[in-house]
């Protein structure tokens, strides 16, 4: 079993940064599957970014180029750094981990971007 606390969130100007983490309660180095999803108001969860174990990485097209997704093994942290930031970008950011046949979800982070 595992808790994610995610962080990070807040509001920013289209262009600007964000960098979300989120912090789990125990190792995450056998935690094979890492990933950040959003859900933007009256839209379905979306997965936006993946990383494996092995470091393999995935985007969704509409940020491939923006955003970088990492995890630090040694902090128990996984990282989504997000650049070039759009309104559409606008969202609650959701980071999840598939332990076994379990997934497991953070609470939630909300992302506005607007000026």
């Known amino acids: 079993q595992v808790q994610l606390v995610e962080s990070g969130g807040g509001l920013v100007q289209p262009g600007g940064s964000l960098r979300l983490s989120c912090a789990a309660s125990?190792?995450?180095?056998?935690?094979?599957?890492m990933s950040w999803y959003r859900q933007a108001p009256g839209k379905e969860r979306e997965p936006v970014a993946q990383i494996t174990s092995g470091g393999n990485t995935n985007y969704a097209d509409s940020v491939k180029g923006r955003f970088t997704i990492s995890r630090d093994n040694a902090k128990n942290t996984m990282y989504l750094q997000m650049n070039s930031l759009k309104p559409e970008d606008t969202a609650v950011y959701y980071c999840?981990?598939?332990?076994?046949?379990?997934?497991?979800w953070g609470q939630g982070t909300q992302v506005t971007v607007s000026s």
């Open positions: 125990r190792s995450i180095f056998s935690i094979n599957v």
């Open positions: 999840r981990a598939v332990l076994g046949n379990h997934e497991y």
